[in-house]
């Protein structure tokens, strides 16, 4: 999946910063890929978009899960190390599964 054509960069979230990043909210965003089909599906994602986890789910308006997340993005193993993630997003993660 690819979420914003072929940029690297243009990609939502980032680390959490403790800076107000989210389009929706202003507040913090981490770093996670979500798979095409939801990203400009439901969640209506634009190349410019960064969305905080809670944003993501409120335009889904449901919870997010593993399933809405690409499999080929290393970005989002929830235990990652290089990657740190919030509670929240490593309990939505649950189940998410590398296929690079």
């Not at 798979?35 to 969640?43: K, L, M, T, Y």
């Not at 335009?59 to 929240?88: C, F, G, K, Y």
Request: with cysteine; proline share 9%; aromatic share 8%.
């Amino acid at each position: 999946m690819k979420l914003f054509g072929n940029s690297a960069t243009a990609r939502p979230g980032g680390p959490p910063s403790g800076r107000g990043d989210c389009t929706d909210c202003g507040g913090d965003t981490e770093n996670y890929m979500l798979r095409d089909d939801v990203w400009f599906g439901p969640v209506r994602g634009r190349s410019d978009t960064v969305l905080c986890i809670p944003c993501v789910e409120g335009r889904l308006r449901r919870p997010l899960t593993a399933a809405d997340l690409m499999p080929e993005a290393i970005v989002n193993d929830p235990n990652s190390t290089q990657w740190p993630h919030t509670a929240l997003y490593r309990r939505r993660a649950i189940g998410w599964q590398y296929r690079g």
